[in-house]
């Protein structure tokens, strides 16, 4: 079966750094994606790995290692409207997104 | 950037009432669709694809004669909820896809309140 694994719920303090990881086993891979969901509204992109390696986009970097099936969001200078859930999505062999549950990070100051 | 919409924003409606949400392309042809649905606390769940011009894909489990999908332009789709339930109480969220595409781009959500 398809499975993506992520830590339910992560806390961190405003101004540090945190890392989210992924993991995943689908049929096929055609990319990675990070979304941020905060209560209430939809999910919004972050991020898109397809490559291993690093992808850095201003506070925000993802890292993709396809050979572990591995990724991770890396959070710096974290602020309080960080606080959401960060959803990891695996595009499989079929073009369909295969959603984790979601990490809720909470932010304190 | 791609602009999703979606109509209305939320919905009560009683039970055994039909409802009728909107997801809207405004910037781009939206070859594939996708509808999401989302319990309070839950990651999203994909709930069914549709090609522009073609019938639906459901995912397993999801009532097709229930959740009436309708992709009859590149810009819009139409998610349509029969004889609502209160257990169809939910967070319904549309996405969109163009042709040369990877991004889903979603609309942001239409809640519904059965009572």
């Known amino acids: 079966g398809q499975n993506i694994d992520q830590p339910t719920e992560m806390t961190a303090t405003e101004g540090a750094i945190v890392q989210i990881n992924c993991t995943y086993q689908t049929s096929g891979f055609n990319g990675l994606f990070w979304y941020q969901q905060h209560a209430g509204e939809a999910p919004t992109f972050l991020s898109y790995n397809v490559l291993d390696g690093l992808e850095e986009k201003g506070r925000f970097s993802s890292f993709l290692s396809r050979s572990k099936g591995y990724s991770y969001l890396l959070l710096k200078e974290l602020q309080m409207k960080d606080s959401a859930s960060y959803l990891c999505a695996v595009r499989d062999s079929n073009y369909q997104l295969i959603w984790g549950a979601g990490t809720k990070l909470i932010i304190k100051p | 950037g791609a602009v999703v919409s979606q109509h209305p924003s939320w919905v009560i409606c009683k039970s055994g009432t039909s409802v009728k949400i909107e997801c809207r392309s405004l910037d781009f042809q939206a070859t594939t669709m996708f509808w999401y649905r989302q319990f309070p606390k839950q990651s999203l769940m994909l709930m069914a694809t549709?090609?522009?011009?073609?019938?639906?894909?459901?995912e397993q489990g999801v009532e097709k004669d229930k959740f009436l999908i309708n992709h009859a332009s590149l810009t819009l789709s139409t998610l349509t909820v029969t004889s609502a339930h209160p257990e169809d109480s939910s967070f319904y969220i549309c996405?969109?896809?163009?042709?040369?595409?990877?991004?889903?781009?979603f609309g942001p959500g239409t809640r519904l309140t059965v009572t």
């Open positions: 549709s090609n522009e011009g073609s019938k639906a894909t459901y």
């Open positions: 996405s969109a896809r163009g042709t040369y595409d990877y991004e889903q781009y």
